[in-house]
């Protein structure tokens, strides 16, 4: 009995400790974490449920119709904060968190995380290069498709690259994105459209507001 309070107690400190560090509600988090479990496996005799790398990569397809297996590997990495190619239960609903609910600041930071594939704090050509060889559907046409998207880096560049040094710091990335929020997915789609958004945490209990 005592060892049944202790974990309640325990499971309720989490729910509460992961309500204030979201924007999430008691009872969302409630349900979010019953989801988590629904989904997890447990990698070791010892560890705690977990959601690992394929399963995740099902729910962005399943839920939020996100199809690009290289973006949705690094949607994956930028919730995994400890990196050990498994989501706990912190890092589901922390991730979420911004996913669905971020202020404009968190999801910058988020989908700077996403491009900056080598995690050295800048998003070079050669990233730039292969996240829109992955997102642009080309023509069949006469010309190089590389030589497009080569061009685009330039015009990318040329519009948030503010120091001049051919590749995108966080404080570029953010003083241009915080002036035309809808450069936020410049290399291809990282968040979820407001559809597939609001019904998700329509499935969770939140109130949101139906789309016309």
């Known amino acids: 009995m005592e060892n049944l309070k202790?974990?309640?107690?325990?499971?309720?400190?989490?729910?509460?400790?992961?309500?204030?560090?979201?924007?999430?509600?008691?009872?969302?988090?409630?349900l979010l974490l019953k989801l988590h479990q629904r989904n997890a496996d447990t990698p070791g005799k010892s560890d705690k449920p977990k959601i690992d790398r394929q399963k995740f990569a099902d729910i962005l397809y399943e839920e939020f119709k996100l199809t690009d297996d290289v973006l949705n590997d690094r949607i994956f990495r930028a919730f995994d904060v400890d990196a050990d190619g498994y989501l706990s239960e912190?890092?589901?609903?922390?991730?979420?968190?911004?996913?669905l609910k971020g202020s404009i600041e968190e999801k910058l930071k988020y989908t700077f995380k996403v491009y900056?594939?080598?995690a050295d704090g800048f998003i070079s050509r050669e990233e730039m290069f292969q996240f829109l060889k992955n997102?642009?559907?080309?023509?069949?046409?006469?010309?190089?498709?590389?030589?497009?998207?080569?061009?685009?880096?330039?015009v990318i560049l040329k519009l948030a690259?503010?120091?001049?040094?051919?590749?995108?710091?966080?404080?570029?990335y953010e003083q241009t994105i915080l002036e035309e929020n809808l450069l936020l997915?410049?290399?291809?789609?990282?968040?979820?459209?407001?559809?597939?958004?609001?019904?998700?945490?329509s499935s969770i209990g939140c109130d949101v507001t139906p789309l016309v």
Do not use: M
């Not at 690259?161 to 570029?172: N, T, V, Y």
């Open 6 to 30: 202790a974990k309640a107690r325990s499971r309720r400190k989490l729910v509460e400790d992961l309500h204030r560090k979201s924007h999430f509600e008691i009872h969302e988090v409630e």
């Open 90 to 99: 912190e890092e589901w609903v922390l991730g979420l968190s911004t996913f």
């Open 116 to 118: 900056d594939q080598n």
């Open 135 to 154: 997102s642009i559907i080309t023509q069949q046409t006469e010309e190089d498709p590389d030589e497009g998207i080569k061009e685009l880096i330039e």
């Open 161 to 172: 690259d503010c120091d001049h040094d051919s590749k995108l710091s966080l404080k570029d």
């Open 185 to 201: 997915e410049l290399l291809g789609p990282c968040l979820p459209l407001p559809k597939y958004t609001n019904k998700f945490l």
